[in-house]
């Protein structure tokens, strides 16, 4: 077969390629730096390290580029696809907003999701990620039509669609080709949904009939949270809370209209009582339906002593209330709060109108007075105490947060926030009604998209029965594997729990709309199968645009109405409202996951979906089927500027992970760290809690990603000319010192890979930052070098450590593979000992770690020597231990250890040696006579220290046992070749040298 050449550059080296296998070949090229000291005619005989792997990335951004591209990242998962797997995995995407530019949330959530979908790749799965966007709702519709300062009350319902939908459709074009350069793994051209697909949103509507159907989603006219910024009604996720919100509070009096015969006995002939109330939202008083209290306290009958007024209110707050109102009060009387029962009073600011005094259980005694001023179409549990003694429901105030005319002339189109409240405060000081006013600092419910106040108001909206579906969805709760354990699933069934019901409903126009017709004459909604089918085929064929561009005629056909009983579609409304955009996403797992059954086998999102996203699927699937969507939920945190500060335009902290990746034009101030780099901050952070990021923290993720490199240039360089087909070493024949390296390799391969499994990515970082420093920098591949630079090349001893150090390139190039996958690409582009059909890592499965390699009766042995090692080179003057020869005297314990790496009483190529890396290891029994320390320090010994080492033992017990350390300057001369002093001459390089050199000659 022809094959064709062409030559591509990455990393700045030249290097060949070939297009049917899409991978560099590599040509031997020396390290740079340091050059190695021998003299020129031994210089051709050592063997160093030859790769064209760079030491480090000229141009990190670009490069990365061009790895996508040669290593096929953009064809990847269609490839995983297509690919005939046993195993499947599922994680389902929860669609972020398409309302702006990529952030460093979305960084931090979509390479999570990246990590897990590539290790899943690796260890065999086909892996199903259809990367989502929420594409409705007011976030796209207000920063639409803040671009070009349209009103929403000045454009046409399309107008604003088509402006929202182009928003979306950029904002999206934009995410996309940030989440392709950080190298996320998807069919991004044909494998993504969108809320506003036609499909899906037919598939909303369908599933919004079939929970109607239930009797899971109801119409009422029900206080909600409305947000007159936004001029809709909004859910408690959409809320976020101000903590300093400052309210103009006051105290105010109700006087007594009626008294119930136990609380007249008590009160007697005084006619000038008042019940005492306290409250943050004045606005609400002419709403006022009603006085709340708790029968189960007491209740005191005080008087001001400054003023003689009479109040009521509870006993446990008259001290608390004295010091607010600066005054004393005298309790002339204490009596249950039953003895309320039956009175009544009369209303502050509506002459003739009196309110009930009512039990209710939801009044506090932390604050206030204990008697609450009730309005029931502005507070909750207002409204639940005039559903349980049938009060009335009535709003004087608009979707604008303004009073209506029902409010008064001296109220009408009032702001609620500003003038209306002053006004109402006022004319309680008027009537002689207001006790005490203050500014109140407290927690208050803001629109999380506007950032401007809400209230409640009552309104005729959709909602879903949560309360009939909650207990059944906190069971289904227990059986979901929840990621972090414990805190995750907890707070997920408190939000879910304390949820009664679920708004569904809000009064904008980019959504989808709800299938809802209204007769004119009853105004009940016409809501049928029938109905709800015919409009979904429109939305199939047309898309959402329908319900505003088509007639009525063609929106509630003749024979719809016919078979429900009408004459005429003129006897119809359309419905306004659009559908909550929680519940858009919310229905996505029926929308998207055809092929899994509905059912994900994760979820992962930022902690505040525990009021959103994870609780509208989960609620909605249990509504439908009675189950719940995913398997696994993984709940991370914030990310947050690296002094623990929220990340604010205004203090300019604000990570773009755009500069982070690609930098900026400014290098000095933005330089470009590479997508890998960013990814290794996500794995290296606490994403449970708060996630900190800044340009110390990147600096040092980019160093450390910069260490591990070097280790694997320097693996890669070690294994030039190893075929392993050809060269690998049988185990048995291995090493003791290459053995251990594999018992350490094969246990650092369990943890990581059960790392993994329970996605603790900062443990995979750890532990491989263990392995590298530790084991392999300061240890294996630093001992073993003068085994591989000036051993035969064929030798046994020199091909065992290269099959060792290929072991450990392929487990250490997997396991930073999900994270670090430019990198793991790199490498396999740059090495020399896999076949022409490896193209690339994710197509190469995970590693594979052989149990033989397990041997922790090895573990005795390397801890021993370890010690005798460190107490030599803390005892060596120099930094290098080639310059000393070293006598061990060992106890018998110690002296049988390490009797393994030294047969020979002398030695300066043995196990022992090597690990010692002097020139020279003498071993002897510490109780042998003629070798005792005393009489080989008084001949040539310059040093001699004592020493203790710790031995393990198989069960778990510990001993100890002694060795003294005889350190004398190097006996031989020095080897011009491998620079070990142990030479005869100094003109004559070693026999070992010799050995190889003649070999070398001879061939």
């Known amino acids: 077969?022809?094959?064709?050449?062409?030559?591509?550059?990455?990393?700045?080296?030249?290097v060949v390629r070939t297009r049917t296998c899409?991978?560099?070949?590599?040509?031997?090229?020396?390290?740079?730096?340091?050059?190695?000291?021998?003299?020129?005619?031994?210089?051709?005989?050592?063997?160093?390290?030859?790769?064209?792997?760079?030491i480090r990335p000229k141009n990190p951004a670009a490069e990365e580029v061009e790895i996508q591209k040669v290593c096929g990242f953009s064809e990847l998962y269609s490839w995983q696809r297509q690919q005939d797997r046993q195993k499947h995995f599922v994680l389902h995407d929860g669609p972020p907003y398409a309302n702006g530019d990529p952030h460093v949330g979305h960084a931090l959530n979509k390479i999570l999701k990246d990590m897990i979908n590539r290790y899943k790749l690796l260890r065999g799965y086909r892996v199903d990620y259809r990367p989502g966007w929420d594409c409705h709702g007011l976030p796209i519709e207000l920063k639409a039509l803040s671009e070009g300062r349209d009103s929403f009350r000045r454009l046409q319902p399309l107008q604003i669609r088509n402006k929202a939908k182009q928003f979306a459709e950029k904002a999206i074009r934009n995410q996309v080709a940030a989440f392709r350069r950080w190298g996320i793994m998807a069919d991004w051209d044909n494998g993504c949904y969108f809320t506003f697909d036609k499909q899906y949103e037919a598939k909303q509507l369908e599933l919004f009939y079939k929970m109607y159907e239930k009797d899971y989603i109801y119409q009422d006219f029900k206080p909600v949270f409305y947000s007159p910024s936004s001029r809709t009604a909004l859910a408690e996720a959409e809320l976020e809370y101000k903590e300093d919100h400052v309210s103009h509070a006051v105290y105010a009096k109700f006087p007594l209209a009626t008294l119930s015969p136990a609380l007249k006995a008590i009160v007697g002939g005084r006619c000038d009582v008042s019940v005492l109330t306290w409250t943050t939202l004045p606005w609400t008083i002419p709403a006022n339906e009603a006085m709340c209290y708790t029968p189960s306290h007491e209740y005191s009958l005080c008087q001001f002593k400054t003023t003689g007024q009479?109040?009521?209110?509870?006993?446990?707050?008259?001290?608390?209330?004295?010091?607010?109102?600066?005054?004393?009060?005298?309790?002339?009387?204490?009596?249950?709060?039953?003895?309320?029962?039956?009175?009544?009073?009369q209303h502050p600011s509506i002459h003739g109108k009196v309110s009930p005094l009512l039990p209710a259980y939801h009044v506090s005694m932390a604050k206030g007075t204990g008697l609450v001023h009730t309005a029931p179409a502005h507070g909750m549990e207002d409204y639940t105490v005039a559903l349980a003694f049938q009060l009335p429901v009535f709003t004087m105030v608009d979707e604008d947060g303004r009073y209506t005319d029902q409010a008064g002339p001296h109220l009408n189109g009032k702001n609620i926030f500003t003038d209306g409240n002053e006004t109402v405060v006022e004319q309680l000081r008027s009537a002689g009604h207001l006790v005490h006013e203050q500014n109140y600092k407290h927690s208050y419910p803001y629109d999380w998209r506007t950032k401007k106040p809400v209230f409640i108001r009552a309104s005729l909206q959709w909602f879903v029965n949560t309360n009939s579906i909650k207990d059944r969805a906190v069971d289904l709760i227990d059986g979901v594997r929840m990621y972090p354990e414990g805190t995750a699933a907890n707070s997920l069934k408190a939000w879910v729990s304390t949820r009664n019901y679920w708004c569904i409903s809000r009064q904008r126009v980019w959504g989808v709309p709800i299938p809802v017709f209204y007769h004119k004459e009853s105004g009940k909604p016409f809501l049928t199968k029938e109905s709800v089918d015919h409009v979904v085929s429109l939305v199939r064929r047309e898309g959402t645009d329908c319900w505003w561009t088509l007639p009525m005629e063609e929106l509630l056909p003749d024979d719809v109405i016919r078979k429900a009983g009408y004459r005429d579609v003129s006897e119809f409304d359309k419905g306004a409202d659009i559908l909550d955009i929680w519940f858009d996403s919310g229905v996505s797992w029926a929308a998207t996951l055809e092929d899994s059954g509905g059912v994900a086998d994760m979820y992962l999102e930022g902690k505040d979906q525990h009021g959103g996203w994870f609780q509208s699927s989960l609620l909605t699937s249990v509504a439908v089927r009675d189950s719940a969507p995913y398997r696994c939920v993984f709940v991370h945190g914030f990310a947050m500027a690296e002094d623990g500060t929220k990340m604010s335009k205004s203090l300019g902290n604000v990570v773009d992970p755009n500069l982070v990746v690609s930098g900026g034009k400014n290098r000095d101030k933005h330089p470009a760290y590479g997508a890998d780099v960013l990814r290794w901050w996500v794995a290296g952070s606490d994403v449970h809690s708060h996630v900190y990021i800044g340009n110390n923290i990147l600096n040092t993720a980019r160093d450390t990603v910069l260490k591990v490199r070097r280790i694997l240039r320097f693996l890669l360089g070690n294994l030039s000319g190893f075929s392993p087909a050809e060269h690998t070493v049988p185990y048995h024949q291995l090493r003791p010192v290459d053995q251990y390296m594999l018992h350490v390799l094969y246990q650092y391969a369990q943890k990581v890979t059960d790392a993994y499994e329970n996605f603790h990515f900062t443990k995979v970082q750890y532990l491989t930052l263990g392995l590298v420093t530790k084991e392999l920098s300061s240890l294996y591949l630093n001992i073993t070098k003068d085994r591989l630079y000036c051993d035969d090349q064929t030798s046994t001893g020199r091909r065992g450590c290269q099959t060792v150090q290929f072991h450990i390139l392929d487990v250490l190039t997997k396991t930073l593979a999900p994270v670090l996958p430019h990198l793991a690409e790199e490498i396999y582009l740059h090495h020399t000992c896999l076949g022409e059909e490896v193209a690339s890592v994710f197509k190469s499965g995970w590693f594979e770690s052989d149990p033989a390699w397990y041997r922790p009766n090895l573990e005795p042995l390397w801890g021993v020597a370890d010690d005798v090692r460190d107490a030599f080179n803390r005892q060596i003057e120099s930094a290098d231990p080639r310059l000393y020869d070293v006598a061990i005297f060992a106890s018998s314990t110690a002296y049988d250890i390490l009797k393994v790496l030294q047969s020979e009483e002398t030695s300066c190529t043995s196990d022992l040696c090597e690990m010692m890396m002097s020139s020279f290891v003498s071993l002897h029994r510490e109780d042998h006579q003629e070798n005792s320390p005393l009489a080989v320090s008084e001949q040539t010994v310059s040093q001699v220290s004592q020493h203790e080492c710790v031995i393990s033992e198989a069960d778990g017990s510990k001993r100890t046992a002694t060795f003294t350390l005889h350190v004398s300057p190097a006996s031989h001369q020095k080897c011009e070749r491998c620079r070990k002093y142990v030479a005869a001459s100094p003109t004559t390089p070693c026999d070992r040298c010799l050995a190889v050199m003649a070999d070398s000659w001879a061939t």
């Open 310 to 345: 009479l109040y009521i209110l509870a006993a446990e707050r008259v001290e608390g209330t004295a010091q607010v109102l600066g005054t004393s009060l005298d309790v002339l009387n204490t009596f249950p709060g039953s003895t309320l029962e039956g009175s009544t009073c």
């Open 1 to 14: 077969m022809l094959m064709t050449w062409r030559k591509v550059s990455v990393c700045s080296i030249p």
């Open 22 to 54: 899409q991978r560099w070949q590599t040509h031997p090229l020396s390290l740079p730096g340091k050059r190695h000291a021998s003299s020129k005619k031994y210089s051709d005989s050592i063997l160093l390290p030859k790769t064209t792997f760079p």
